[in-house]
């Protein structure tokens, strides 16, 4: 076992670099963004439009510190990792990596944060001789994130699960694998993937209306203006990393859609036009790219958020709650990667009554989901208004979908259900 721990040690060094102490590992940095331009003030109109609700001042509390650490100092966190390691081996002793403990049984709720805040309970993967592979693999996936931020690049999960082909012993024999020790890692250093170089495989959402995305050319460092309003019957698709942007906008709050047939209706007949608004296509449950975006546009542009999902369990408990306070299982990102501010415009049960809309049967994972949020979910647990919504749609035994509302014309979302929704905002479900 000595022999294995001093060979472990002179692998780490080779890996993460002899050690070295900095001041920076004890910082807590921020990530290097573009300066945010002062918010413009949104611009009056003379034709009526639907009131929208004030950004709540306690959203200035929520973002003070809404930015992740930068590239130096995540480096700063693997070797100061790696060094600890390699200490506590050459010294004989045992070496451990401790992780946040990732569900909601460790998580708490505060509107005063606005997200799923970790408790603090951990999990200890110790060096034994039941665990040696997959300590081994934590610390070789920690090696190829050093690479990747180092050389500023990136790989995505399915890549770097076929990287660990070459890690002899310690490959991944499926990528589930791969992942849940990328997802471990990240826990490990309070960062999210793409900080660390890994990417995934799934577009981050779809944008149109009336926003200007300031990106950069890679090349020649040029300011590209990207005029959201001139895609034709297209829509802008948000990058993997959101950080380096700037927006400049007049619209008067963003609309966020979980279906991309909806989406398509909207943009199809300039809705945004009408509403002064920003549509946001999530595509099912957000991205973490599409959920950083739409954070970090409505904090810089002071913009109300309102989410219009279909009418079921899925949509409440998975895909609006991760859009508006995170997941337990990413909760040491939630900070960044949620929209304390959102507010949900429907489907909801009572729609389905005052709309008279087509209704499926709820499938017994349906209710399940359901009532598993009455009983565990933090973020439903604290709002008796949720409460009452779901035990409502457990009680008529029914879901709704977005495109029920074509049952009164095609266009009838754009010309009777969005308008009359939007002229009481106050009424949203939080």
Sequence with gaps: MAKTRVTAAAQAELQFGAPRRTAAAAAKPTHPTAKAKPAKKARATARSAPPVAAVPASSARRTR?????DARAVLDRIRTQATGIRTTILKGGKPSLKFPLRSLQNVRYLPSAGFFELRGRLKER?????????????????????ELVETDDIATK???????KNWADARFAEQPESDAVMEDVEALFGVNREQLGFVPEE?????????????????????LRIDCTKFGSGAYS????????????????????????????????????????????????PTRACRRFVRRLADEKKLPVYVFVDGDPYGYSNIY???????GNAAHLNEFFCVP?????????????????????????????????????????????WQKALDQMIRMGVRAEQQALAKHGLNYVIDEYLPRKLARTEAFLP
Excluded at 215 to 222: L, N, Y
Excluded at 321 to 327: A, D, E, F, H, I
Aim: glycine residues 6%.
């Design 203 to 223: 577009k981050g959402g779809e944008v149109a209306g009336r926003l200007v995305v300031i990106d950069r050319d890679r090349d020649t460092g040029e300011l």
């Design 65 to 69: 510190r809404n930015k992740p650490a």
């Design 341 to 385: 501010q959102a507010r949900f415009l429907g489907i909801t049960p009572q729609d389905i009554v005052d709309y008279e809309l087509p209704t499926h049967p709820l499938k017994d994972v349906d209710i399940k989901r359901a009532k598993d949020a009455l009983k565990n979910d933090p973020f439903i647990l604290h709002h008796k208004t």
């Design 238 to 285: 948000i990058p993997i990393s959101v950080e380096h942007l700037d927006f400049e906008t007049n619209a008067r709050f963003i609309l966020c859609i979980e279906t991309a047939g909806m989406f398509q209706r909207l943009v199809k007949h300039n809705y945004w036009r009408e509403a002064d608004c920003i549509l946001v296509s999530l595509g099912g449950v």
């Design 321 to 327: 709650r991760t859009l508006k306070v995170g997941s």
């Design 126 to 146: 110790a060096l034994t001789v039941g665990t040696v592979k997959t300590f081994a693999q934590t610390l070789k996936m920690m090696a190829l994130s050093k």
């Design 158 to 164: 399915r890549e770097a699960y076929y990287v660990s």
